[in-house]
Each structure stands twice: as structure tokens, then as C-alpha cells.
């Protein structure tokens, strides 16, 4: 009944490689596999600054493709890039971007 946090936005030194803005990085495939594990829906989670010292949070359901092989970590592993970019672009100056991932 509760709600679990993984950022999965982290330098992986191993893991699948697959697109991240572009540029092919070493990606975490956890946020999927718990996914796959658990069958819990994925939701990305987004801050933007409205105001000195506020912020809008905002969760979004991740959409996995009706196609996608769930037993692949690379695809689990591109849909939460896929998120994470989608999520990011919001505000990328309210980004932590302290990860060299590139």
C-alpha cells in the first residue's frame, strides 16, 4: 500500500546501454525490474519552481509500449530514459545535474 523511490536518473558504471538525450550511457534497468517484478505502475516525478521557494511536484504515469519484452533490461532500461527525458524537460534548471552520465 505504500510507494517506493528510485532514482533512476543515477551514473551507472555498468548496466545496458541505450539512449539517454542522445548520447548512448550506461542506464539503470531497477525502476523497470521492480516493475516487472512487482507489476506496480512506474510514475516519474518532476519539480518545477513556480515561486522563490516553491515548487510544483508532479508524478505521471510511464507508459510502456504494448510491444515491449519486458525480460529485455535494455528496454526497461530506454523507457525510463524515455521518462526521465520527458520528465526532465520540464524544467531542466530545476534539475540536479551533478551525474557525469556523458
Given at each position: 500500500?505504500?510507494?517506493?523511490?528510485?532514482?533512476?536518473?543515477?551514473?551507472?558504471?555498468?548496466?545496458?546501454?541505450?539512449?539517454?538525450?542522445?548520447?548512448?550511457?550506461?542506464?539503470?534497468?531497477?525502476?523497470?525490474?521492480?516493475?516487472?517484478?512487482?507489476?506496480?505502475?512506474?510514475?516519474?516525478?518532476?519539480?518545477?519552481?513556480?515561486?522563490?521557494?516553491?515548487?510544483?511536484?508532479?508524478?505521471?504515469?510511464?507508459?510502456?509500449?504494448?510491444?515491449?519484452?519486458?525480460s529485455s533490461r535494455?528496454?526497461?532500461?530506454?523507457?525510463?530514459?524515455?521518462?526521465?527525458?520527458?520528465?526532465l524537460a520540464c524544467?531542466p534548471c530545476d534539475?540536479?545535474?551533478?551525474?557525469?552520465?556523458?
Open positions: 500500500g505504500g510507494m517506493l523511490g528510485i532514482l533512476g536518473d543515477q551514473k551507472m558504471r555498468e548496466g545496458p546501454t541505450t539512449s539517454y538525450f542522445g548520447v548512448e550511457v550506461a542506464s539503470s534497468p531497477i525502476p523497470g525490474l521492480f516493475h516487472r517484478r512487482s507489476g506496480a505502475p512506474m510514475l516519474a516525478l518532476s519539480v518545477v519552481t513556480v515561486a522563490p521557494m516553491r515548487w510544483e511536484l508532479t508524478l505521471v504515469p510511464v507508459v510502456f509500449p504494448v510491444d515491449i519484452d519486458l535494455v528496454a526497461l532500461a530506454r523507457v525510463t530514459n524515455q521518462a526521465l527525458e520527458h520528465r524544467s534539475c540536479l545535474w551533478m551525474h557525469k552520465r556523458f
